[in-house]
């Protein structure tokens, strides 16, 4: 079976290739790549594709909560680019599409939170997709709300899902991740039940704007890597909130 897709002037096919899970697999795999042809014909320029996860919990009960703003950032993603979310695959709803002339994977694992490894292990190792472009998109307490990181790699700093995802990578903290944040529970609040409550109207706004801007990071990423528009997103991100 050969897995393509279509976009304007690129052709997408799934050569074989040496990516992440290979070693430990002896089933067939696929690989995502593009290629656009040069003036003569012939080939010039080859992309790896991208696979971007979002982190969150499946159902109604958890829409809109802190703990899913993983998944809101991959709605957002899907509907800017127009890469539908149709395709059921390895416990996740997966779009496949390009950013401009770069394939791309976007997925919303449907295990809870916990389990979010069970998708993208599998998937990563199907597509054979490398590390560093396996993009990892989830909340975190220690930024302050709405404000957005990009990192080319990291720990779990204790999420649950980035520690799953991590254990079925095999251990490796070498891909990148989009950290949105959501502050820290007032007072003395669960964590539980601050991770899962809605947000506040400006916390709101401020999530909004956040997931706007996420949009445009993560294209600059797909297309240019970690370059220095990036060290200035994350520094104009910090300071975003600081009244001059």
Known sequence: MLHAISVPNTCILCPRSRCFGQRNRGSTRFCLR????????????????????GLGNPGNKYHGTRHNVGFEMIDQISQSEGIALNT????ALVGIGAIREV?????????????????????????????????????????????????PKGGHGHHNGV???????????????????????PGVMDM?????????????NQIDEAL??????????????????ITRFNLGQKYKHHKV
């Open 34 to 53: 593009a290629s656009l042809p040069d003036n003569n014909g012939g080939f010039k320029v080859e992309y790896t594709p991208w696979l971007v996860v």
């Open 88 to 91: 059921i695959q390895s416990k």
């Open 103 to 151: 394939p791309i994977l976007l997925a919303k694992p449907q295990a809870y939170m916990n389990f979010s490894g069970e998708s993208v292990g599998p998937l990563a190792a199907y597509y054979q997709v490398p590390l560093r472009h396996i993009l990892l998109i989830y909340d975190e307490m220690s930024l302050p709300n709405g404000v957005l990181r990009l990192q």
């Open 163 to 185: 520690k799953s995802v991590m254990g079925h990578l095999d251990g490796s903290r070498e891909f990148p991740r989009l950290c949105i944040g959501i502050g820290n529970p």
């Open 192 to 204: 539980k039940a601050y991770l899962l409550q809605k947000f506040s109207p400006a916390e709101r």
């Open 212 to 229: 706007e801007q996420g949009v445009e990071a993560v294209r600059t990423l797909v297309l240019n890597g970690f370059n220095q528009k």
